[in-house]
């Protein structure tokens, strides 16, 4: 049904159980829509519980600071290389009305139970050209949790992936590292944005990345994903 999930559907979005959606259901968290026997959600309904289940585990700022010295070489050089990248020279930025969809496309998406490899790679792509003040536009639009479909999708994708018996197969690995590669390149950004002069500014990109939940002790290989991925992103 257009506009609405089924309760298994919402139960993946949030990744919780059916029972869990009957209770929010039963608690009026969430409004429903019957249509013979089976019951359906709005999507701003779920969507909404999403961000607000998200919001409710802040990652400590104490940990992020204990990594600062470790990454302080790195983020100076990105600085450099961001200023000699030329980044009015990358690919047209995508408007509000198509970062609203793309972000509805990851949401519908997070209700599968597994997906296709040309949807995956497609997936891979689209986080190896997000920019970053296309990171501060869906923001300004949505919230601090704007852009956390996108990684948990990335990473539902991963382990699906991983999950596969075939893998790893030859086909299957480049697609498991070009997705990987795309999702740290993303976080990568994020956390230059922190450090960096960008049109995503460091305020901003800081709730961002305590959005997001980072994890702890990465940095570096995502700064490095960043790096290469922009040196490898097509220009426009």
Request: charged share 30%; aromatic share 6%; proline share 6%.
């Amino acid at each position: 049904m257009e506009g609405f999930y089924s309760k298994d559907e919402a139960a993946r979005i949030l990744g919780v159980s059916v029972r869990q959606i009957s209770n929010y259901l039963r608690d009026d968290r969430v409004r429903r829509v019957v249509q013979g026997r089976r019951v359906f959600i709005p999507k701003e309904d779920v969507e909404r519980l999403y961000n607000g289940i998200r919001s409710q585990i802040p990652a400590s700022p104490e940990e992020f600071q204990k990594l600062q010295t470790r990454v302080l070489d790195l983020e100076h050089s990105v600085e450099v290389l961001k200023g000699g990248l030329g980044i009015s020279r990358r690919s047209r930025l995508r408007n509000d009305s198509e970062l609203l969809l793309f972000r509805q496309r990851c949401v519908d998406s997070l209700s599968k139970r597994d997906w296709t490899p040309r949807k995956m790679l497609e997936m891979a792509d689209e986080l190896m050209r997000v920019q970053d003040a296309e990171v501060g536009t869906l923001v300004r639009k949505v919230g601090p949790a704007a852009w956390v479909p996108f990684c948990e999708l990335a990473t539902r994708m991963l382990s699906h992936i991983e999950a596969d018996p075939d893998f790893p197969e030859r086909g299957l690995e480049l697609l498991h590292t070009r997705l990987l590669r795309g999702r740290d390149r993303f976080y990568g950004l994020i956390h230059a944005a922190t450090k960096t002069t960008s049109a995503l500014p460091p305020p901003q990109a800081r709730t961002v990345e305590r959005a997001l939940e980072l994890p702890i002790g990465l940095f570096e290989s995502h700064i490095t994903a960043y790096v290469m991925g922009t040196l490898r992103a097509p220009w426009g």
